[in-house]
């Protein structure tokens, strides 16, 4: 997991709240993802960023932003947190090196009471 | 609808024996196969891949195996170590989807001493 850096790796919420997690890659790839995983569940992609400056949707967007301001970062914003959002968060990079390979960060657990 | 599959929650072995992990997907437009394994607490670790135009991908003790027509794939580990213990995800993707994976539920592993 080495070059893909989430903070905070903890927090707690409370309902309404807002927070910023933060996403920093030092291996220069381009494409950068935020997933979620809660338990059973496999990890869902939230958004993903394919260059410096353009974002899209993933599967479960709702209630979240993004912000890609270079090629390094790529933050993940929740507005107005609800429980729902209780989960851990897995912010990836892509590397087009041998192969196409995804490479994550350590996670961020996130509870929202 | 859950496009790929990991029917196994869990699964137990010796140490030294084979341990075979399985994963079905439903979407004909996937055309890369990765296996991931995560230890509690920390980000998903990249195993090992396979391009739908290959059949078999090996790396030293972990081989993947497609089979196109059936869409399924498995990870073989030989021989089992205790250290291998940890929930494998499999995971999709193809290229026209900037990479975007699709993942299944996971399987828990447990290699008994």
């Known amino acids: 997991n080495a070059g893909v850096t989430q903070t905070p790796k903890f927090q707690v919420l409370k309902t309404g709240q807002s927070m910023t997690l933060q996403c920093a890659q030092d291996m220069n790839h381009n494409s950068m993802y935020w997933y979620r995983q809660d338990p059973g569940m496999g990890l869902r992609l939230i958004y993903y960023?394919?260059?410096?400056?353009?974002?899209d949707k993933g599967e479960v967007p709702n209630g979240y932003n993004v912000s890609r301001l270079n090629k390094r970062e790529f933050s993940l914003r929740l507005e107005s947190a609800a429980p729902s959002q209780t989960s851990v968060y897995f912010c990836?990079?892509?590397?087009?090196?041998?192969?196409?390979?995804?490479?994550f960060g350590e996670g961020s657990w996130l509870t929202v009471v | 609808d859950q496009q790929v599959k990991q029917n196994s929650p869990s699964l137990s072995v010796q140490e030294g024996r084979i341990s075979i992990l399985n994963c079905d997907y439903t979407?004909?437009?996937?055309?890369?196969f990765l296996w991931y394994k995560k230890y509690p607490a920390e980000g998903p670790t990249f195993l090992i891949s396979i391009s739908s135009i290959k059949d078999k991908n090996e790396d030293g003790r972990f081989t993947v195996f497609l089979n196109k027509s059936a869409k399924h794939l498995s990870l073989h580990i030989v021989p089992s170590q205790p250290g291998d213990s940890a929930v494998y995800f499999c995971?999709?993707?193809?290229?026209?989807?900037?990479?975007?994976?699709?993942f299944g539920k996971g399987t828990l592993l447990t290699v008994n001493p």
């Open positions: 979407n004909s437009m996937f055309d890369y």
């Open positions: 990836a990079t892509l590397s087009t090196g041998r192969g196409n390979t995804i490479y």
């Open positions: 960023s394919a260059s410096e400056g353009t974002t």
């Open positions: 995971a999709a993707s193809w290229e026209g989807s900037n990479y975007k994976l699709t």
